[in-house]
Antibody, heavy 120, light 110 residues
Framework: EVKLVESGGGLVQPGRSLKLSCAASGFSFNDYWMGWVRQAPGKGLEWIGEINQDSSTINYTPSLKDKFTISRDNAQNTLYLQMSKLGSEDTAIYYC?????????????WGQGVMVTVSS | DIVLTQSPALAVSLGQRATISCKTNQNVDYYGNSYMHWYQQKPGQQPKLLIYLASNLASGIPARFSGRGSGTDFTLTIDPVEADDTATYYCQQSRNLPWTFGGGTKLELK
């Protein structure tokens, strides 16, 4: 069974940094692109970025490129999202998702999400 | 960026057909495929893939769900609607980076 479990969320002060993790199991992690998607309270889905199998290609949505860094550790089957200079606009549920590029970069499995609240 | 536009809400009766639309400001077709996908998100849950490449049913999704469209106009149809289908439905394009989602359509029962 494919399982994605995010962790590392919580309350953080504006301007600070936070690193999220996503532990993957039930599939061959190093065979897949992985991505992050977020959802502000009561809002829609926003794609953050993606990383390929060997971390040689990382793509971001332009507005977040200078604040967020995606990485992965294939030995630990873990995906990461390093977030810096956080503001209230970054308050959201953060989902990690497995990407299937066979059918054009769709997200076929999602974690349950982790809440990040940016507030003083 | 490719912008995807969905109606915010739709109300249908149990057993009737629901048609949810998604319009893009750029063509998302490429070499015979439409790079449009649909997700269902129930309250408090993560999104779930329903349809990929515009018209292909994802694994485990009941045949009540179907998708069609090409170019810039796409629809997700649920027929017949069941009570469990109350959710928000999102379209997503993967034709051009950055991948983008529609704003979502909340399906409610009359």
């Amino acid at each position: 069974e494919v399982k994605l479990v995010e962790s590392g969320g919580g309350l953080v002060q504006p301007g600070r940094s936070l690193k999220l993790s996503c532990a993957a199991s039930g599939f061959s992690f190093n065979d897949y692109w992985m991505g992050w998607v977020r959802q502000a309270p009561g809002k829609g889905l926003e794609w953050i970025g993606e990383i390929n199998q060997d971390s040689s290609t990382i793509n971001y949505t332009p507005s977040l490129k200078d604040k967020f860094t995606i990485s992965r550790d294939n030995a630990q089957n873990t995906l990461y999202l390093q977030m810096s200079k956080l503001g209230s606009e970054d308050t959201a549920i953060y989902y990690c998702a497995r990407e299937d590029l066979n059918y054009g970069s769709l997200f076929d499995y999602w974690g349950q999400g982790v809440m990040v609240t940016v507030s003083s | 960026d490719i912008v995807l536009t969905q109606s915010p809400a739709l109300a249908v009766s149990l057993g009737q057909r629901a048609t949810i639309s998604c319009k893009t400001n750029q063509n998302v077709d490429y070499y015979g495929n439409s790079y449009m996908h649909w997700y269902q998100q129930k309250p408090g849950q993560q999104p779930k893939l329903l349809i990929y490449l515009a018209s292909n049913l994802a694994s485990g999704i009941p045949a009540r769900f179907s998708g069609r469209g090409s170019g810039t106009d796409f629809t997700l149809t649920i027929d017949p609607v069941e009570a469990d289908d109350t959710a928000t439905y999102y379209c997503q394009q993967s034709r051009n980076l950055p991948w983008t989602f529609g704003g979502g359509t909340k399906l409610e029962l009359k």
